[in-house]
């Protein structure tokens, strides 16, 4: 069979498969041209789930008779003047959208730039260009999508279920432009020059306000990446990733770099199955960021992926590690290496007895183990009389009581405040874990595990990492790793947990596996070395829990996501007692 050049329209129906997906596809696609021309409000009008009649109107630059006709040619664009694929300051660039949505719909456009006596309309289907009395901006007007491709139109879902998607489209679009107005089916509105948290309430919805965390963050190594936004207080999850709102130089994006800091942030303040929210906004020189990955434009490619993830792990930790009463967090991942013993005022003395994992000994930590019936003792002596502005150095307040040997009762203004003794001493015992350096031991004769030869370059791709964890690997030959170090107490199936690394690194692009067995370990000795619940405290151990709590980090929740206090206004109480 001769080889021989596909037809345009056949060539078109076949980029049309990697760029208009579903109807969703072509609401983005439609909505980021209006945004490169300068809208200001947009209006999107989808029927029948966007199978039958997807409208698109902006308030943009619009387009004269000429640029018209090319705009609906393969590979015309008006968004890489330098011709340079390195530096792509808009939402769109490859110039496929418009002819590609043409080739599977009847797709027609109305666009006037305000320089022309009149307005023009062009038929997509015939190419006819004629004057119209369209006045202002643009609209495109998308009928019968897929209609002539019968095999793609079968596969759409329900109209609900593709409604569903162009309404995810269009918030994340809303998300990334807070000062641009978009209306959807004149239902969804989202005004021009809204507030950012006035923003994230109306796309994330109303249980967001007062619980969203700033983060306003730059790079001290380079000048050029910043990071912006809000996330979730630990406490205010989700069962999915819906409401992760990620963003790269002002594109919405899905990248596993993102995703896999955001996770890695929250990794010892939510579990696993549980997603936080967020609304990110990264900024990387556009040279430092490859958005050429795929014709949506959702993935990116870091020209140093380990930096980026880096510096958004320790930023979001910043962020979820300040305290009721803004203490610092001592940052050991950015300390030389360092044993150091605690004040003796820190907590009670541990039992001699007690076997500690790290190379952690009773001379180096002082936290203690709670005996049956024991009770906790405060570190400093409860003051006799409360300071005049009580409310402010205690956020918690002072203790009132103990209910059912579990929960501390306090007052705090108006307010009544249950907190749960053992996750406040859970969350207190596991910051101070993480504030001691990882004793290590070297080994006479290296753990020697054999892998394929791209098990072990995937792994060693992460080693600088796992030093930092305590565990030096180096190649062992091409198909084999050498452990010559590794953290005091940790015997595993180390051929396990490579060959995991391995496979989650060519998934996702890094591996957080080593970094949750650490956690699991010391959440797993934090657990079990607290104040029991069931366990007699006396007013003097519960204020002291209370004032260690309000200076720890990530307070507001134990290792595990369980909430640490509760706060009860009064006039929920009058409510409950019908006094409103």
Known sequence: MPVRVLPDFLINQIAAGEVVERPASVVKELVENALDAGADQIMIDVADGGRTLITVVDNGSGMSRDDLVRSITRHATSKLPDDDLLNINFMGFRGEALPSIASVSDMTIDTCNGADENGWQLNANT????????????????????????????????DRAEMISVLDVVRRLAMARPDVGFTLNNKWRFPKNQNMRDRIVAV???????????????????????????????????????????????????????????????????????????????????????????????????????H???????????????????????????????????????????????RMDFGITPATLRVHQPEQGEVFKPAVSAPSSAPADTDAMQPLGRAIGQI???YILAASGDNLVVVDQHAAHERITYERLRQHAIKTQPLLTPIVVSMRSDDVAAVLTVADEMRASGL????????????????ADWDLNWANLFHDIADEIRANGHS????????LKLANYACHHSVR???????ASCDALLRAIENTARAGQCNHGRPVYKFIPIADMDAWFERI
């Open 127 to 158: 190419g006819d260009v004629r004057p119209s009395d369209w006045d202002a901006g643009t609209r495109i007007r998308v009928a019968n999508l897929f209609a002539r491709t019968p095999a793609r139109l079968k596969f759409l879902r329900a």
């Open 204 to 306: 994330m919805g109303d249980d967001v306000a007062g619980r969203m965390i700033p983060v306003d963050a730059f790079s001290a190594s380079d000048a050029g990446i910043e990071l912006h936004g809000f996330i979730s207080e630990p406490t205010l999850r989700r069962a999915s990733s819906v409401d992760q709102y990620l963003f790269v130089n002002g594109r919405p994006v899905k990248d596993k770099v993102l995703v896999g800091a955001l996770r890695a942030a929250y990794m010892d303040v939510m579990h696993a199955r549980e997603f936080p929210l967020c609304a990110l906004y990264l900024t990387v020189p556009p040279r430092s960021v490859d958005v050429n990955v795929s014709p949506a434009k959702t993935e990116v490619h870091f020209l140093e992926p380990a």
């Open 308 to 354: 980026i993830r880096g510096f958004i792990i320790k930023n979001l930790r910043a962020a979820l590690a300040r305290t009721m009463n803004n203490a610092p967090e001592i940052d050991v991942a950015h300390h030389a290496p360092r044993e150091f013993e605690m004040a003796a005022t820190a907590a009670p003395t541990i039992p001699a007895t007690v």
């Open 404 to 406: 059912g040997n579990k």
């Open 472 to 487: 030096h690997i180096d190649a062992f030959g091409d198909d084999a790793i050498a452990i010559f170090e590794k953290p």
């Open 512 to 519: 957080s596996q080593l970094g949750e067995r650490l956690h």
């Open 533 to 539: 619940a069931g366990q007699a405290l006396d007013m």
